[in-house]
């Protein structure tokens, strides 16, 4: 058989059942958007919204959406649907309906094909729920001959949705904004109105704001302002009251500058630029006008960017401000190329452009996407993406994402699509030999672009055609394709080399293997070759059989090779290279034989036909249209028969192109052209060709053509503000380009090429696109044609600009008294000629001619016209609208003049008072008019009445006559006001009518207070403060204030309210708020109440509490082993509310789990982290870690968890302790060792090595495993007298361990006494039985020893030796401990062995001592002697107060130190410990008895405490010394000291909460009182009297004889109280000695103790006893989020919590939670200290205290309280109150260092009790000179 590479093979080609590959895919198309979403999207809940989003390709693609998170966007019935065409909608809802994921959200529009996909910009959706908002009037600046500002105020949560669209002049005239004004009233563009030259008429004017809501179109009206016109008539140099500071437009945009100053005169405007090197004044010019405060730039570009300086001034000075102009220049992004095709394993390169009008722009932000996903990093170098070695993968959309600063994106898509690749061979089939008769199945797979077409071929032909044989081929989802061919019977004629041949366009592969069929030779049929002369012809003989000896050629009888161009391969194939026609043309043979000499033979044709070849040929160069050509194409050689054809550019020479083709023979053609024009041009083949290859031969004829008009540009005209297309359109050869350009001047000047910028378009067939033509436009334009034949083409063209007119406002308003000259004047700018015409009403035209009394003026301005309008003697027939209108050629425009002629009312009368209210007065009158519609509205005036000060008057507008009242408001209460009234009609006002005096019921507080702050002092405290409301807004003494707060972050609106009694002089007032949330932000306000209510709320103020350690623990620890030395843990962090502060980080505790009889050294170690995972190295091998973590904060560690246990995983073991060898008999030898004293692991097995030597040859080797409970091996059958060697190894699962050290024994016949067993240390627990061993061999004579002492048997009463040699001990005790040695003896040899036994007991009490004592918490340290053997396992310490339930606490055995916190001041606790290790509890330590420091309050110098005034008592509070205990409440009552004895007490309060000063009233000027006081803390009650004596009416100091009288009944007041003691003197008469004398030895020591107290107040030593230092206050919260507090700070004076309901038992405790608040506190111990009681017991331990230093007793329950306003839990005290102790819990703490600060305040209802006092009636008796004093000032 034989096959050719370059020659044709005729065969019919089978038509096969495969799946072809599909085409190129050329016409694919990938998506782009056609319409893009915007980036912003705002809309209205009541009108809904929506997105388009479209995009093309091929094919269609599709359009989704999706969140910024990629996850799709589905649709929400009646909220959000998805059109068909892409749109998404969102529709309107209710304000309920809200849903940020949908209204407030990031959309993403995705188009997508087969291509790839691409994703649009963020689009942020933002829906507005519509509210109501009310707009106001502001006015910012009012003098007469000066300008007025009006200020449109809008609330500020819809500023930016709401703008200002006109103000109206009432009744009904309407200013809408413009540039310029009307003389009188300028609207700015920013909604200011500005009302120039102010007369006293204006101030009759009235003005209301009209603003849109741009979303809802909604017009919200303000209430209508009426001018109050200032008097002040000097100079006022000007200010800047408003001005733009920064503006942002686009480039071709209006830009506005506004800079608005107030001053009088009104000031003069100017303007600089600071661009340059310095300052330049603005010129007005076509684009920039200059409006006084107003600077208008239309169409800017970049240049116009920079600094302004806008100077206002007059004759009092000048001032300034600098505005900023900002031009966005857009900016066009395109990706280079757009569309770029690569072969497979190729690069790809693309480039992102930036441009901004042409030029290139740098240092942008640029993100890549591929099919909308973004790009890595790399492989991007700045503005190019490069993509190496592309693959199928690869293929796609490309994005290039530009966001700027601004953050507004660009974006382009580019397509890279897959080039030409040619096939590789992914899989192919090997070499066969098999028998005739199975099936076979051959494959073959290939890849490549476009996807290959895979034939088979036999021997180079096709298959064989029978049904055998099966062809099937597909594609997989990849794009490679698979081919088969499967043999169902194969026969030996089915043998032959089989090759599977893929081929695209790009190129093809092959590949062929044999299929040997045992059988004899056979030939198949040869078919006739034809060869390609020139070439390589390879034929190979179709040989089938197997195995084949030999395969020979021959050709005309003779055996090939006979020529030195034929060679027979090896594999029997014949080539001939070259080819030759006349020599290798003929029929040639082929046989085959085997080894056993049977063969085949078989012949065949081979024609060779020649290739044809073309001359090449070319057309001359210069050729141009009208001249002509002609080019032959010859063959120089090639077989017959020849075909000649042309083509132009690929296709046929069509009849039009007038080519003449002339055939001068067989192998030569002729292409004539007889006239050359452009359409000639292009490339021209000559193709040849034969049977034998087709040949083409191409040459490039171009014909130049020089440029020509296809459409010429003309003049043209275009109205201002209206689109222009020049168009100008050339062609030549080559194409011509087209450069438009426009004159700097005149015509004849110098020309500036015009570059593509918004507005500005230059489109690809040449022509120019103008939009918004503005008069910069207008001039002279170049359009350009060439394309370098000939000098090119060129037309100037005049563009002009026609203005219509236009004037700069819609309407202007002018006013005028009966009588006067009215004029009215216009201003239009536009072309010329402008005609203008005056209408009345719009309709009437004014004609001088005909109307006497008006007159009209016209003349030219530099911009247009001006005309004045003039009415002479006017009256009210003359007020109307006004229309100047005016016309030209382009169109026509108007502005509205409304004329207003005013004539004054008369004044109205009868007027009086309807209603009078604390804040408004109803005021009725009747007017007294000339006629009807003479009044406009009526002016109300009033002011106070008072007659040291006439204030100005104030007045208010009443707009609807007939309805002739006025309600005044906003008026202070319990004030006199006089009121009048005045008509106002449009020529002016009436007269004031006559005065009418009303005086306004009182009200409660109108101002809020002021200068609110709220600082933190603590984690849980926020110390507020504040200033009383201004003195005119308070309505009367203020009784106090409402505090109240709440979690910013709660979202409840409500506050948690608070009271605090007022000072009543007006100063400042403090409350600390404690029990806070730690680290928590908070929201404070406050309000003042007087007797009539409360006032209005401070503006909230916002505070933080300080930091603190976290109160929670990490949360999900875990912990996994990494190796034998290594854990991995990891945790989450604690919750956020429990946090407490910002986290720094974390700390790790760690330390092993093992049973040492006594450590040798801590092995507690921590590390810290700020990750969230830990891995800890170097550890224990194998084994058990305790692992706990904490988190810390700046303030210090937090909770530490509980602890984990984690085990390390095991390892090799170590070597093996110790190993004996022993003789046993004169062939045996007794091995023991003792285990590895570190495992690393369970033992599996221990590996016993032997090692026979002979002096120094190792004659044998051995090893043994034995079982890991086995610690001896005898080895027997040894050779006596041979040197035996041992060791040992152990082995854990991980793998066998170290070895022991090599012990070596000689066998022999005398067996000296050995023991076999190990001694050293035993640990035992008491009361257990350990057993000795002393095994041995020899038989030997065993004696014990204990200590050197010889033991016999029974010699012990609990020990036991046994016949093997053991020692039993059982009942072990601490004595039973020491060195036990076992000595064997057997003639031959002896040896000795020791036990060292260690008994574990229980440890020895601990050492307990206090260092310090607090009056909270109690500071105690131990130690621990003797640990009974064993280590310590922790420690319980017990604790309990006097009369109180024991409590206990369990601390670490770590531990050396601790500190009890929150106990009750002044209290007595008995405290013991314990220890305890693994074999039991030590007894406890000796009990201590220990004191907390304080005690019951003292008593305050009645001068520092009391201050009289005419009719009150001002009583300082917070001067009562609390004696390091804080005050809980005070009891005041107080009586007036006259000559009746029964004169009756009054009860101020019996349960007033501790305060900075309270304020008793209601009290006679200049009389003598007796104020009885009683002042509780936790540790007891003092009671002390005092009198004072109030002033006179006036003030002044009190008579002197009431002063004396009070000095003289100082005795009789303070025995006043004998009456109450005559009942029990009856009754004790008998024992009346003996109690004066234990009365008169108590109170001598309570002298002293006063005494004492009063040298510490005078030395204000308070200070100093609290003097505390706090490192860090931490807190643990209790159920149901309650919280005790925990120190004097951290509960406020009138907070409200909410304590859990405890029943009647004071001693159980009252809450089932955790144990309440730990204080930590860190102090100085080297100063006695006498701290107040910082901090209450905790919650378990509240037990009642029992105070020695007074004699009564009462109880008091706790119950929930959950406002302050409920009843006093101590309504029940009786007026005649006894001093008494109590035994109750602390309600609250005290802890003050200045007597200044409001820390003294107590919570009344934080912790209230209830419940009747019992009194135990008992005799007392008080010395006068303590108590008494009288106190005036």
């Given at each position: 058989?034989?096959?050719?590479?370059r020659?044709f093979v005729?065969?019919?080609?089978?038509?096969l059942?495969?799946?072809?590959?599909?085409?190129?895919?050329?016409?694919?198309?990938?998506?782009?958007?056609?319409?893009?979403?915007?980036?912003r999207?705002?809309?209205?809940?009541s009108?809904?919204?929506?997105l388009d989003?479209?995009?093309s390709?091929?094919p269609?693609?599709?359009?989704?959406?999706?969140?910024?998170?990629?996850?799709?966007?589905?649709?929400?019935?009646?909220?959000?649907?998805?059109l068909?065409?892409g749109?998404?909608v969102l529709?309107?809802?209710?304000?309920?309906?809200?849903?940020?994921?949908?209204?407030?959200?990031?959309y993403?529009?995705i188009?997508?094909?087969s291509?790839?996909?691409?994703?649009?910009?963020?689009?942020?959706?933002?829906?507005?729920?519509?509210?109501?908002?009310?707009?106001?009037v502001?006015v910012?600046?009012?003098?007469?001959?000066c300008?007025?500002?009006?200020r449109?105020?809008?609330?500020?949560?819809?500023?930016?949705?709401v703008?200002?669209v006109?103000?109206?002049?009432?009744p009904?005239?309407?200013?809408?904004?413009?540039?310029?004004?009307?003389?009188?009233?300028?609207?700015l563009?920013t909604?200011?109105?500005?009302?120039h030259?102010?007369?006293e008429?204006d101030?009759?004017?009235?003005f209301?704001?009209r603003?849109m809501h741009?979303l809802?179109?909604?017009v919200?009206?303000?209430?209508?302002t009426?001018?109050?016109?200032?008097?002040h008539?000097?100079?006022?140099s000007?200010?800047v009251v408003?001005?733009?500071?920064?503006?942002q437009?686009s480039q071709d945009?209006?830009?506005?500058?506004?800079?608005v100053?107030?001053?009088?005169?009104?000031?003069?405007?100017?303007?600089?630029?600071?661009?340059?090197?310095?300052p330049?004044?603005?010129l007005s010019g076509?684009?920039v006008r200059?409006l006084?405060?107003i600077?208008?730039?239309e169409?800017?570009t970049g240049?116009?960017?920079?600094?302004y300086?806008?100077t206002?001034?007059?004759?009092?000075g000048?001032?300034?401000a600098?505005?900023r102009l900002?031009v966005?220049t857009?900016?066009?992004v395109?990706?280079?190329p757009?569309?770029l095709?690569?072969h497979?394993?190729?690069?790809?390169?693309?480039?992102?452009?930036?441009?901004?009008?042409?030029?290139?722009?740098?240092?942008?932000?640029?993100l890549?996407?591929?099919?909308g996903?973004?790009?890595?990093?790399?492989?991007?170098?700045?503005?190019?993406?490069?993509?190496?070695?592309?693959?199928?993968?690869n293929?796609?959309?490309?994005?290039?994402v530009?966001?700027?600063?601004?953050?507004?994106?660009?974006?382009?898509t580019?397509e890279?699509?897959?080039?030409?690749?040619p096939?590789?061979?992914?899989?192919?089939?090997?070499?066969?030999t098999?028998?005739?008769?199975?099936?076979?199945?051959?494959?073959c797979?290939?890849a490549?672009?476009?996807t290959?077409?895979?034939?088979?071929t036999?021997?180079?032909?096709?298959l064989?055609?029978n049904?055998?044989?099966?062809?099937?081929?597909?594609?997989t989802?990849?794009?490679?394709?698979i081919?088969?061919v499967?043999?169902?019977?194969?026969?030996?004629?089915?043998?032959?080399?089989?090759a599977?041949?893929?081929?695209?366009r790009?190129?093809?592969?092959?590949?062929?293997?044999?299929?040997?069929?045992?059988?004899?030779?056979?030939?198949?049929?040869?078919p006739k070759?034809?060869a390609v002369?020139?070439?390589?012809?390879n034929l190979?003989c179709?040989?089938?059989?197997y195995?084949?000896?030999?395969?020979?050629?021959e050709?005309?009888g003779?055996?090939?090779?006979?020529d030195?161009?034929?060679?027979?391969?090896?594999?029997?194939s014949?080539?001939?290279?070259p080819?030759?026609?006349?020599?290798?043309?003929g029929?040639?043979?082929?046989w085959a034989r085997?080894?056993?000499g049977?063969?085949a033979?078989r012949?065949?044709?081979?024609t060779v036909?020649?290739?044809?070849?073309?001359?090449p040929?070319?057309?001359q160069?210069?050729?141009?249209e009208?001249m002509?050509t002609?080019?032959?194409?010859?063959?120089?050689?090639?077989d017959?028969?020849?075909?000649l054809?042309?083509?132009?550019?690929g296709d046929?020479?069509?009849?039009l192109?007038?080519a003449n083709?002339?055939?001068?023979d067989?192998?030569?053609s002729?292409l004539?052209?007889?006239?050359?024009s452009a359409?000639?041009?292009?490339?021209?083949?000559c193709v040849?060709?034969?049977?034998?290859?087709?040949?083409k031969?191409?040459?490039?004829?171009q014909?130049k053509?020089?440029?020509?008009?296809?459409v010429?540009?003309?003049?043209?005209n275009v109205?201002?503000?209206?689109?222009?297309m020049?168009?100008?359109?050339?062609?030549?050869?080559?194409t011509?380009?087209?450069?438009w350009k426009?004159a700097?001047?005149?015509?004849s000047?110098e020309?500036?090429?015009?570059?593509?910028?918004?507005?500005?378009?230059?489109?690809g067939?040449?022509?120019?696109?103008?939009?918004?033509?503005?008069?910069?436009?207008?001039?002279?334009y170049?359009?350009?044609a060439?394309n370098?034949?000939?000098?090119g083409?060129?037309?100037?063209?005049?563009?002009k600009?026609?203005?219509?007119?236009y004037?700069?406002s819609?309407?202007?308003?002018?006013?005028?008294?009966?009588?006067?000259?009215?004029?009215?004047?216009?201003?239009?700018?536009g072309?010329k000629?402008?005609?203008?015409v005056?209408?009345?009403?719009?309709?009437?035209?004014l004609?001088p001619?005909?109307?006497?009394?008006?007159?009209?003026k016209?003349e030219a301005?530099?911009?247009?016209?001006?005309?004045?309008?003039?009415?002479?003697?006017v009256d009210?027939?003359?007020?109307?609208?006004?229309?100047c209108?005016?016309?030209?050629?382009?169109?026509n425009?108007?502005?509205?003049?409304?004329?207003q002629?005013q004539?004054?009312?008369?004044?109205?009368?009868?007027l009086?008072?309807?209603?009078?209210?604390?804040?408004?007065?109803?005021?009725?009158?009747?007017p007294?008019?000339?006629?009807?519609?003479?009044?406009?509205?009526?002016?109300v005036e009033f002011?106070?009445?008072?007659?040291?000060?006439v204030?100005?008057?104030q007045?208010?507008e009443?707009k609807?006559?007939?309805?002739?009242?006025?309600?005044?408001?906003?008026?202070?209460?319990?004030?006199?006001y006089?009121?009048?009234v005045?008509?106002?009609?449009?020529?002016g006002?009436?007269?004031?009518s006559?005065?009418?005096?009303v005086?306004?019921?009182?009200?409660?507080?109108a101002?809020?207070p002021?200068?609110?702050?709220a600082?933190p002092?603590?984690s849980?405290?926020?110390l507020i403060?504040w200033?009383?409301?201004?003195p005119?807004?308070?309505?009367g003494?203020?009784?106090?204030?409402n505090?109240?707060?709440?979690?910013?972050s709660?979202?409840?609106?409500?506050?948690?309210?608070?009271?605090?009694?007022?000072?009543?002089?007006?100063?400042?007032?403090?409350?600390?708020?404690s029990g806070?949330?730690?680290?928590?932000?908070?929201?404070?306000?406050?309000q003042?109440?007087?007797?009539?209510g409360?006032?209005?709320?401070s503006?909230?103020?916002?505070a933080?509490?300080?930091?603190?350690?976290?109160?929670?623990p990490p949360?999900?620890?875990?912990?996994a082993?990494?190796?034998s030395?290594?854990l991995?843990?990891?945790w989450?962090?604690?919750?956020?509310?429990?946090?407490?502060?910002l986290?720094?980080g974390y700390?790790?505790?760690?330390?092993?789990?093992?049973?040492?009889?006594?450590p040798?050294k801590?092995?507690v170690?921590?590390?810290?982290?700020?990750?969230?995972?830990?891995?800890?190295?170097?550890l224990?091998?194998?084994?058990?870690?305790?692992?706990?973590?904490?988190?810390h904060?700046r303030?210090g560690d937090g909770?530490?968890?509980?602890?984990?246990?984690?085990?390390?995983?095991?390892?090799?073991?170590e070597?093996?302790?110790?190993?004996?060898v022993?003789s046993s008999?004169?062939q045996?030898?007794y091995?023991?060792?003792?285990?590895?004293?570190?495992?690393n692991?369970?033992i599996?097995?221990?590996?016993?090595?032997?090692?026979?030597?002979?002096?120094?040859e190792?004659l044998?080797n051995?090893?043994?495993s034995?079982?890991?409970?086995?610690a001896?091996?005898?080895?027997?059958?040894l050779?006596?007298?041979?040197?035996?060697?041992?060791w040992?190894?152990?082995?854990?699962?991980?793998?066998?361990?170290k070895?022991?050290r090599?012990?070596?024994q000689i066998?022999?016949?005398r067996?000296?006494?050995?023991?076999?067993s190990?001694?050293?240390?035993?640990?035992?627990?008491?009361?257990?039985?350990?057993?000795l061993?002393?095994?041995?061999?020899?038989?030997?004579?065993?004696?014990?020893?204990?200590?050197?002492?010889?033991?016999?048997?029974?010699?012990?009463?609990?020990?036991?030796l046994?016949?093997?040699?053991?020692?039993i001990?059982?009942s072990?005790?601490?004595a039973?401990?020491?060195?036990?040695s076992?000595?064997?003896d057997?003639g031959?040899?002896t040896?000795r062995?020791?036990?060292?036994l260690?008994?574990?007991v229980?440890p020895?009490?601990?050492?307990?001592y206090?260092?310090s004592?607090t009056?909270?918490?109690?500071?105690?340290?131990w130690?621990?002697?003797f640990?009974?053997?064993?280590p310590i396992?922790?420690?319980?310490?017990?604790?309990r107060?006097?009369n109180?339930?024991a409590e206990?606490m369990?601390?670490?055995?770590?531990?050396?130190s601790?500190?009890?916190?929150?106990?009750?001041?002044?209290?007595?606790y008995?405290i013991h410990?314990s220890?305890?290790?693994?074999v039991?509890?030590s007894?406890?330590?000796?009990m201590?008895h220990?004191?907390?420091?304080?005690q019951?309050p003292?008593?305050p110098?009645?001068?520092a405490?009391?201050?009289?005034?005419s009719t009150?008592?001002l009583?300082?509070?917070?001067?009562?010394?609390?004696?390091?205990?804080?005050?809980?409440?005070?009891?005041?009552?107080?009586k007036a000291?006259?000559?009746?004895?029964?004169?009756?007490?009054?009860l101020?309060?019996n349960?007033l909460?501790?305060?900075?000063r309270?304020v008793?009233?209601n009290?006679?000027?200049?009389?003598?009182?007796?104020?009885?006081?009683?002042?509780?803390?936790v540790?007891g009650i003092?009671?002390a009297?005092?009198?004072?004596?109030?002033?006179?009416k006036?003030?002044?100091?009190?008579?002197?004889?009431?002063?004396?009288?009070?000095?003289?009944?100082?005795t009789?007041v303070i025995f006043?109280?004998?009456?109450?003691?005559?009942?029990s003197?009856?009754a004790?008469?008998?024992?009346f000695?003996?109690?004066i004398?234990?009365?008169?030895?108590?109170?001598?020591?309570?002298?002293n103790?006063?005494q004492?107290?009063s040298?510490?107040n005078?030395?204000?030593?308070?200070a100093?006893?609290?003097?505390?230092?706090?490192?860090?206050i931490?807190?643990?919260?209790?159920?149901?989020?309650?919280k005790?507090?925990?120190?004097s700070e951290?509960?406020?004076?009138?907070?409200?919590?909410?304590?859990?309901?405890?029943g009647?038992?004071?001693?159980?405790?009252?809450?089932?939670?955790p144990?309440n608040?730990l204080?930590h506190?860190?102090?100085y111990?080297?100063?006695?200290?006498?701290e107040?009681?910082s901090?209450?017991?905790?919650?378990?331990?509240?037990?009642?205290?029992?105070?020695?230093?007074?004699?009564h007793?009462?109880?008091?329950?706790?119950?929930?309280i959950?406002n302050?306003y409920?009843t006093?839990?101590?309504h029940?005290?009786?007026?005649?109150?006894?001093?008494h102790?109590r035994?109750?819990e602390?309600?609250?703490?005290?802890?003050?260092s200045?007597q200044?600060?409001?820390?003294?305040s107590r919570?009344?209802?934080s912790?209230q009790?209830?419940g009747?006092?019992?009194?135990?009636s008992?005799?007392i008796?008080?010395?006068?000179?303590?108590?008494?004093?009288?106190?005036?000032?």
């Amino acid at each position: 058989m034989w096959i050719s590479s370059r020659f044709f093979v005729i065969f019919l080609l089978l038509h096969l059942d495969t799946t072809c590959s599909e085409p190129f895919e050329a016409h694919l198309r990938g998506p782009g958007f056609v319409m893009e979403p915007p980036g912003r999207v705002e809309f209205s809940n009541s009108s809904g919204g929506w997105l388009d989003c479209s995009a093309s390709g091929s094919p269609q693609p599709t359009v989704d959406w999706v969140h910024a998170d990629g996850s799709a966007v589905t649709e929400i019935h009646g909220v959000r649907r998805v059109l068909r065409n892409g749109t998404l909608v969102l529709m309107p809802f209710a304000a309920a309906a809200y849903h940020q994921d949908v209204h407030n959200t990031i959309y993403r529009c995705i188009a997508s094909n087969s291509v790839g996909r691409i994703v649009s910009r963020d689009v942020q959706v933002r829906a507005v729920v519509a509210q109501a908002y009310k707009v106001d009037v502001e006015v910012l600046s009012a003098s007469r001959g000066c300008t007025a500002i009006l200020r449109c105020v809008v609330p500020t949560f819809v500023k930016e949705l709401v703008r200002v669209v006109s103000w109206v002049h009432e009744p009904a005239i309407y200013i809408y904004p413009s540039l310029q004004g009307d003389g009188k009233f300028h609207l700015l563009p920013t909604g200011e109105l500005l009302i120039h030259n102010l007369q006293e008429s204006d101030e009759s004017q009235s003005f209301r704001c009209r603003s849109m809501h741009r979303l809802t179109r909604q017009v919200v009206v303000s209430s209508p302002t009426r001018l109050r016109i200032n008097s002040h008539r000097g100079i006022i140099s000007p200010s800047v009251v408003e001005h733009t500071a920064h503006v942002q437009v686009s480039q071709d945009e209006g830009a506005v500058l506004l800079c608005v100053a107030q001053g009088c005169p009104s000031p003069e405007y100017s303007w600089f630029t600071h661009n340059g090197a310095g300052p330049l004044p603005v010129l007005s010019g076509p684009r920039v006008r200059l409006l006084g405060p107003i600077l208008a730039i239309e169409a800017v570009t970049g240049e116009d960017s920079g600094v302004y300086k806008c100077t206002a001034g007059n004759v009092g000075g000048e001032a300034s401000a600098e505005l900023r102009l900002t031009v966005a220049t857009p900016i066009q992004v395109e990706i280079s190329p757009n569309v770029l095709s690569v072969h497979m394993g190729g690069t790809a390169e693309f480039r992102c452009l930036v441009t901004s009008n042409g030029s290139p722009v740098g240092m942008q932000n640029i993100l890549w996407y591929k099919d909308g996903r973004q790009l890595p990093s790399s492989g991007r170098v700045e503005d190019t993406l490069v993509v190496p070695r592309v693959s199928r993968e690869n293929r796609g959309m490309y994005q290039c994402v530009v966001r700027r600063p601004e953050g507004d994106t660009f974006q382009a898509t580019a397509e890279l699509q897959l080039g030409d690749a040619p096939p590789v061979l992914l899989y192919s089939f090997i070499e066969q030999t098999l028998q005739p008769g199975p099936a076979v199945s051959l494959k073959c797979s290939a890849a490549g672009n476009p996807t290959p077409q895979i034939s088979w071929t036999l021997d180079g032909f096709p298959l064989p055609s029978n049904g055998r044989f099966m062809i099937g081929q597909y594609i997989t989802v990849h794009g490679d394709v698979i081919s088969h061919v499967n043999i169902s019977h194969v026969m030996v004629e089915d043998g032959g080399e089989y090759a599977c041949n893929a081929e695209n366009r790009a190129g093809r592969v092959q590949h062929a293997a044999r299929l040997n069929i045992y059988g004899l030779p056979y030939i198949r049929l040869i078919p006739k070759v034809t060869a390609v002369s020139g070439e390589t012809l390879n034929l190979k003989c179709p040989v089938a059989g197997y195995p084949i000896e030999e395969i020979h050629w021959e050709r005309g009888g003779r055996e090939l090779p006979d020529d030195i161009r034929q060679r027979v391969q090896p594999d029997g194939s014949l080539t001939i290279s070259p080819v030759q026609k006349n020599s290798d043309s003929g029929v040639y043979t082929c046989w085959a034989r085997n080894k056993q000499g049977h063969s085949a033979r078989r012949s065949g044709e081979v024609t060779v036909i020649v290739p044809p070849s073309i001359e090449p040929f070319a057309f001359q160069e210069g050729l141009a249209e009208g001249m002509r050509t002609r080019t032959v194409c010859g063959v120089s050689r090639g077989d017959p028969p020849l075909k000649l054809i042309w083509l132009k550019d690929g296709d046929p020479l069509p009849d039009l192109l007038g080519a003449n083709v002339t055939m001068l023979d067989q192998y030569s053609s002729l292409l004539s052209i007889p006239s050359l024009s452009a359409t000639h041009s292009g490339e021209y083949t000559c193709v040849a060709k034969n049977p034998a290859a087709e040949i083409k031969y191409t040459a490039l004829l171009q014909v130049k053509v020089p440029p020509r008009w296809i459409v010429e540009p003309v003049d043209a005209n275009v109205e201002r503000n209206r689109h222009i297309m020049l168009h100008c359109q050339a062609q030549g050869v080559p194409t011509p380009s087209i450069v438009w350009k426009k004159a700097t001047g005149s015509k004849s000047g110098e020309y500036e090429e015009v570059r593509e910028r918004p507005f500005t378009k230059l489109l690809g067939n040449g022509s120019l696109l103008l939009q918004h033509v503005k008069e910069d436009r207008e001039g002279f334009y170049l359009c350009q044609a060439n394309n370098g034949i000939g000098t090119g083409i060129g037309k100037v063209i005049q563009l002009k600009v026609n203005s219509s007119p236009y004037f700069s406002s819609t309407s202007r308003s002018v006013m005028v008294k009966k009588g006067d000259t009215a004029l009215l004047q216009c201003a239009v700018s536009g072309d010329k000629p402008i005609n203008i015409v005056w209408m009345r009403s719009g309709k009437n035209t004014l004609n001088p001619s005909t109307n006497y009394k008006i007159s009209v003026k016209q003349e030219a301005t530099p911009d247009g016209v001006s005309a004045e309008l003039q009415i002479r003697t006017v009256d009210a027939t003359d007020s109307g609208p006004y229309f100047c209108r005016a016309s030209n050629l382009y169109g026509n425009d108007q502005q509205l003049v409304q004329l207003q002629v005013q004539e004054p009312p008369l004044p109205p009368s009868v007027l009086e008072a309807a209603m009078i209210s604390s804040r408004s007065v109803n005021i009725k009158w009747q007017p007294k008019t000339l006629g009807t519609g003479d009044v406009t509205k009526y002016l109300v005036e009033f002011h106070e009445a008072d007659p040291l000060f006439v204030e100005q008057w104030q007045q208010i507008e009443v707009k609807d006559p007939p309805h002739f009242n006025a309600l005044i408001e906003n008026l202070k209460p319990a004030t006199r006001y006089a009121f009048r009234v005045i008509a106002e009609g449009s020529a002016g006002r009436s007269a004031p009518s006559q005065e009418l005096i009303v005086r306004t019921e009182p009200q409660r507080p109108a101002g809020p207070p002021l200068s609110l702050s709220a600082r933190p002092l603590s984690s849980t405290e926020l110390l507020i403060s504040w200033v009383a409301p201004l003195p005119e807004l308070r309505h009367g003494d203020i009784q106090g204030y409402n505090v109240g707060y709440k979690l910013s972050s709660s979202g409840n609106t409500a506050y948690n309210f608070t009271s605090v009694s007022g000072d009543y002089d007006g100063g400042n007032g403090e409350l600390l708020l404690s029990g806070l949330a730690k680290f928590a932000r908070y929201t404070v306000v406050v309000q003042a109440f007087n007797q009539v209510g409360p006032g209005p709320l401070s503006e909230p103020t916002a505070a933080q509490t300080m930091e603190d350690v976290p109160s929670r623990p990490p949360e999900d620890v875990r912990c996994a082993a990494l190796s034998s030395q290594s854990l991995q843990v990891s945790w989450q962090p604690p919750p956020i509310y429990h946090t407490n502060g910002l986290l720094q980080g974390y700390k790790l505790i760690f330390e092993p789990i093992i049973d040492d009889i006594q450590p040798s050294k801590d092995e507690v170690e921590s590390r810290k982290t700020t990750a969230l995972t830990m891995v800890l190295t170097g550890l224990r091998k194998y084994t058990n870690y305790s692992i706990q973590v904490l988190a810390h904060t700046r303030m210090g560690d937090g909770v530490v968890s509980k602890p984990l246990f984690c085990h390390s995983e095991e390892d090799v073991p170590e070597a093996p302790a110790d190993i004996k060898v022993v003789s046993s008999s004169s062939q045996s030898l007794y091995i023991s060792w003792l285990p590895p004293t570190e495992p690393n692991g369970v033992i599996t097995k221990f590996s016993l090595y032997t090692r026979v030597v002979n002096g120094r040859e190792e004659l044998n080797n051995e090893k043994r495993s034995l079982p890991s409970q086995q610690a001896y091996y005898e080895a027997k059958g040894l050779h006596p007298h041979m040197e035996y060697q041992f060791w040992v190894t152990a082995s854990t699962r991980v793998g066998e361990g170290k070895s022991s050290r090599v012990s070596s024994q000689i066998t022999t016949n005398r067996v000296p006494a050995r023991i076999i067993s190990f001694g050293g240390p035993v640990v035992r627990p008491w009361r257990s039985t350990v057993t000795l061993p002393c095994t041995a061999v020899g038989k030997p004579k065993r004696e014990w020893f204990k200590a050197d002492v010889a033991l016999r048997q029974g010699g012990m009463h609990n020990s036991q030796l046994l016949d093997s040699g053991d020692l039993i001990i059982s009942s072990l005790q601490l004595a039973d401990g020491g060195n036990y040695s076992c000595q064997v003896d057997n003639g031959i040899g002896t040896d000795r062995l020791t036990h060292t036994l260690m008994v574990q007991v229980p440890p020895t009490a601990p050492v307990l001592y206090v260092t310090s004592a607090t009056s909270s918490s109690i500071l105690m340290h131990w130690k621990c002697d003797f640990t009974g053997n064993a280590p310590i396992t922790g420690y319980t310490l017990f604790y309990r107060r006097t009369n109180g339930n024991a409590e206990e606490m369990q601390l670490s055995r770590h531990a050396s130190s601790h500190e009890l916190k929150g106990l009750v001041c002044g209290s007595t606790y008995q405290i013991h410990l314990s220890a305890q290790n693994k074999v039991g509890t030590s007894p406890t330590s000796t009990m201590l008895h220990v004191r907390t420091q304080g005690q019951s309050p003292g008593h305050p110098a009645s001068t520092a405490l009391l201050a009289p005034n005419s009719t009150s008592l001002l009583v300082r509070l917070h001067s009562w010394p609390d004696n390091g205990c804080p005050l809980l409440y005070f009891v005041l009552q107080y009586k007036a000291v006259t000559e009746d004895p029964d004169a009756e007490w009054v009860l101020v309060s019996n349960a007033l909460k501790p305060q900075r000063r309270i304020v008793v009233n209601n009290l006679k000027p200049s009389t003598l009182y007796q104020l009885r006081m009683e002042a509780h803390n936790v540790a007891g009650i003092s009671q002390a009297d005092f009198s004072f004596v109030t002033l006179t009416k006036d003030g002044d100091p009190p008579p002197p004889e009431i002063v004396h009288r009070g000095h003289r009944g100082q005795t009789t007041v303070i025995f006043a109280n004998m009456n109450l003691l005559i009942p029990s003197i009856a009754a004790v008469s008998g024992l009346f000695c003996t109690i004066i004398m234990v009365i008169v030895c108590y109170r001598h020591k309570q002298a002293n103790h006063i005494q004492k107290e009063s040298l510490e107040n005078r030395a204000n030593s308070e200070a100093a006893q609290r003097e505390r230092y706090y490192a860090t206050i931490h807190k643990v919260s209790m159920q149901n989020n309650d919280k005790i507090p925990e120190t004097s700070e951290d509960i406020s004076p009138y907070a409200t919590f909410q304590l859990s309901e405890a029943g009647g038992n004071m001693s159980q405790p009252h809450h089932g939670g955790p144990a309440n608040t730990l204080l930590h506190s860190f102090m100085y111990h080297e100063r006695a200290l006498a701290e107040g009681c910082s901090s209450p017991p905790p919650a378990a331990v509240l037990n009642p205290p029992t105070t020695t230093h007074h004699h009564h007793h009462h109880q008091r329950p706790l119950k929930t309280i959950h406002n302050y306003y409920q009843t006093s839990p101590f309504h029940n005290i009786s007026k005649n109150r006894r001093r008494h102790s109590r035994k109750t819990e602390p309600e609250s703490e005290e802890s003050e260092s200045d007597q200044d600060q409001l820390t003294s305040s107590r919570t009344e209802s934080s912790n209230q009790h209830e419940g009747k006092i019992k009194h135990n009636s008992r005799l007392i008796q008080h010395f006068p000179n303590h108590n008494i004093s009288i106190t005036y000032l």
